[in-house]
């Protein structure tokens, strides 16, 4: 076990060193760059202060210095700071802690929501295998799967927004389509406003959870066919404990593992829930450090996204070798 | 003299017999065929294929012309106006004809779902196959820059691409394939390793053929069933992919009539006219789900073992 996580972590090392490299490359080295916005609308600026402000961000040395200055200030865990408005001069650590939370905040609801929903309906689903239920679910989870994010959140907006109110379905539109509580405990929302989470959550939550269901429905028809399954019941025990003790915790291993890469697929998707709602994420600012050109923001908001994807998934590796001795030796996920 | 229990061949294949024993392939499409959501799925992808293809006929007006003319009422042309004769889904905010724009939109869509399907194919499938035939070195770079690759944002990627080479639909198309290639080549990769490791392929090498002999005749015939089985889902991403970063405002920019544009453009205005919405948004959806259900129908046609279970 201990080779198997040693090689494994080398492994991510390599992979982090190669992807916020590559980030890096891929920004910097394209011609745009918030300097021709400076100033705004194609105003002249003067050529001192360009240069001036050219050798401020050190943007004058040649790429390879420009490359080792980078990771040094990562290794400072100096993330820069913006060029362009909305957060010309802001430093981007704050920035970050200002919008971690309420993205994390965001993956919390959804990744409750998906576990819920996808593991109870995969179950009854299997349990009650070829039954007009398991139709019914089976063909919506795969729909659900189809379904583009920010279609369904525009849409949950419209519907429960504005339509159930000309409806004379007032208690339906209760739920606010913009914006984020004002008040937080934890993950949990305190202050009256709290509703504003809800359409989000089911948003970000809705692709996942189709396909969450999926895995842990086939997951259980799998076990359910497995040898044990059939000792279980011959030695007596209730259906319902067959289910639940033997069946449902052998199946779960790959939900859970569906489950810790969905968190980090839920910061992917993020932009789209966060850009709809207004959601003051960390999605939302990178989206819109991008669209208005302001590198050092979306590099520097990046480059903690690409390190929680690498190390969830070194853990969710690490896990599933614990669980299942056969991946350490031939050392990858099935 | 006829035996009394002699099988009439005729009458067989009226009741729906196969007088050859087992056609791998007639049998796939049998049970493609059986299922009804995968067969409507199908049925889209052809027509929007089609309506790609004979666009520029069918699209009445150019999709990016306005049409300002103040009205006797005081309002501008068709702006924000439902479906009429003339425009057969309505107008936009700057009066430009939604069928037009739609229909536009699908040519968009499946230039760049079956381009970037190609080329992603090409690269996975020579990559997969390297990797998984001749290992060793070759092997270990091409999955860790597998690896890197997946771990490299997708936001960075479109953002080099569009801003070198602006924001049209190749240079689009070109970032959707650096960060689509490598579910491919893994996927062909193990489904290669998997098949070397067959007695028939190792009585192949015993008998004396190359190394490429091998992989064409004995190796991938077998090994690309999974990967014809992701097409159906690949095709469905890639449109997702050019929506997703066309709403988002870093794929291609108004005014392209793209879907993801379209949408992007209507959601300020969909509480006073929904149909901006509803139209590229419902073309949009109605074209994932098909390709969703396809790739499902494909999967399960190939592989009758998943049935029911994945």
Redesign the interface.
């Known amino acids: 076990m201990g080779s198997f996580i040693l090689r494994r972590l080398g492994q991510t090392i390599f992979v982090v060193w190669g992807a916020l490299s590559l980030t890096f490359l891929l920004f910097v080295a394209t011609p745009g760059s918030a300097l021709d916005e400076l100033g705004g609308g194609g105003r002249n600026i003067d050529s001192q202060v360009k240069a001036n402000i050219t050798k401020n961000y050190g943007l004058d040395k040649p790429l390879p210095v420009q490359y080792l200055i980078f990771f040094k200030n990562l290794g400072k865990w100096n993330l820069g700071e913006g060029t362009a408005s909305p957060n010309n001069g802001k430093s981007v650590n704050s920035l970050l802690t200002e919008r971690l939370g309420n993205s994390l905040r965001l993956a919390f609801w959804g990744i409750l929501i998906e576990a819920t929903v996808g593991i109870v309906i995969g179950v009854v689903s299997a349990v009650k295998r070829n039954s007009p239920v398991d139709y019914v679910s089976s063909f919506g989870a795969l729909a659900l799967s189809g379904i583009p994010v920010f279609v369904l959140g525009i849409l949950l907006q419209y519907l429960l927004g504005v339509k159930f109110n000309q409806w004379h379905f007032p208690q339906w539109a209760k739920f606010p389509i913009q914006g984020i509580p004002s008040k937080w405990w934890g993950p949990i929302p305190i202050s009256s406003d709290w509703k504003k989470v809800v359409l989000p959550a089911f948003t970000i939550a809705s692709v996942s959870t189709g396909v969450l269901t999926r895995i842990s429905r086939s997951s259980l028809l799998e076990v359910l066919r497995a040898d044990y399954m059939r000792t279980a019941r011959a030695k007596g025990l209730s259906e319902r404990r067959v289910i639940l003790k033997h069946g449902l915790r052998n199946s779960l291993i790959p939900v859970v593992t569906t489950l810790g890469i969905d968190l980090g697929v839920a910061f992917g998707i993020a932009p789209l829930t966060e850009t709809v709602f207004n959601w003051p994420g960390l999605g939302s600012a990178i989206t819109g450090a991008a669209s208005s050109q302001d590198i050092p923001v979306a590099l520097g908001l990046l480059i903690p996204v690409v390190l929680a994807i690498a190390i969830l998934s070194l853990l969710v590796d690490i896990a599933f070798a614990y669980l299942d001795p056969r991946v350490r030796v031939t050392g990858g996920r099935a | 003299m006829n035996a009394p229990d002699q099988i009439d061949q005729s009458k067989l294949l009226d009741e729906g017999f196969d007088p050859i024993p087992f056609n791998p392939r007639k049998d796939t499409w049998r049970r493609f065929r059986r299922n009804k ?1 995968a067969m409507l799925g199908a049925l889209w992808g052809i027509t929007l294929a089609v309506v790609a293809v004979i666009g520029p006929v069918i699209q009445r007006y150019d999709p990016t012309k306005l049409d300002l003319n103040l009205n006797p009422d005081g309002t501008l042309g068709c702006t924000l106006k439902g479906p009429t004769k003339e425009h057969w889904l309505g107008c936009d905010l700057l009066g430009r004809d939604l069928w037009s724009r739609v229909v536009n939109g699908a040519r968009i869509s499946m230039t760049i779902a079956l381009s970037t399907l190609v080329v992603s194919l090409v690269i996975g499938l020579v990559l997969g196959a390297v990797a998984g035939y001749s290992g060793g070195r070759a092997e270990t770079i091409i999955m ?1 820059l597998n ?3 997946s ?7 479109i ?2 691409f569009t ?2 080479f602006g924001n049209s639909i190749l240079p689009l198309a070109a970032a959707i394939v650096t960060i689509g290639w490598m579910s491919t080549a893994r996927l062909f990769r193990s489904s290669v390793l998997q098949i070397n490791n067959l007695d028939y392929v190792e009585a192949a090498r015993a008998s004396g053929l190359t190394t490429f002999q091998i992989l064409r005749h004995h190796i991938a015939p077998n090994a690309i069933q999974p990967i014809i089985a992701s097409v159906g889902a690949s095709i ?1 991403g890639a449109i ?1 992919s050019e ?2 970063f066309s ?4 794929g291609l920019l108004p005014p392209t009539p793209s879907w993801g544009v379209m ?1 992007g453009e209507a ?1 300020d205005y ?2 006073t006219s ?1 149909h901006l ?1 509803f139209v590229p ?1 419902g073309a ?2 109605i074209t ?2 098909a ?3 396809m790739g ?1 129908g494909i999967r399960d046609a190939l592989d009758p073992k998943l049935r ?3």
Do not use: M
Request: hydrophobic share 65%; net charge neutral; charged share 10%.
């Open positions: 959501a860790r690896d890197v690759f771990a490299v944002p997708y936001f960075a990627v953002l080099a801003s070198t469905g997702l929506a997703v709403f988002l405002g870093i949408v959601r969909i509480t929904p919405f948004a949009l959806l994932t789900l390709f969703t259900f499902d029911g279970i994945a």
